[in-house]
């Protein structure tokens, strides 16, 4: 019901960096969160950013002072400012929005992910 759309993601030096943005679209009568997670191979999913339809921010303490997540409510629109990366953030980056969509039928939640964009570092 709400598609995502990232994009940013790509081949980084290290010390590097890169700026990730993520568009939801659809019936969309508010979003309340929208993050982003990273996937490694041969690892789980992860949190790497979060920030709220309030302005709360929750981060990796991994990425922290690194990285730096903003939001545009107005465009649904959520990015990640990459910097000072290293070889450990190679990973897909996904896109993730939660909060309510209208329809037919109502008002319903929605949790949705994007397909995911990759970071890569160049060696």
């Known amino acids: 019901q709400v598609q995502l759309v990232e994009s940013g993601g790509g081949l980084v030096q290290a010390g590097g960096s890169l700026r990730l943005s993520c568009a939801a679209s659809?019936?969309?009568?508010?979003?309340?969160?929208m993050g982003w997670y990273r996937q490694a191979p041969g690892k789980q999913r992860e949190l790497v950013a979060l920030?709220?339809?309030?302005?709360?921010?929750n981060y990796a303490d991994s990425v922290k002072g690194r990285f730096t997540i903003s939001r545009d409510n107005a465009k649904n629109t959520v990015y990640l400012q990459m910097n000072s990366l290293k070889p450990e953030d190679t990973a897909v980056y996904y896109c993730?929005?939660?909060?309510?969509?209208?329809?037919?039928?109502?008002?319903?939640?929605?949790?949705?992910w994007g397909q995911g964009t990759q970071v890569t570092f160049s060696s």
């Open positions: 993730n929005a939660q909060g309510v969509v209208v329809t037919d039928r109502g008002l319903v939640d929605f949790d949705s």
């Open positions: 659809g019936s969309i009568r508010n979003i309340n969160a």
């Open positions: 920030i709220t339809s309030g302005g709360s921010i």
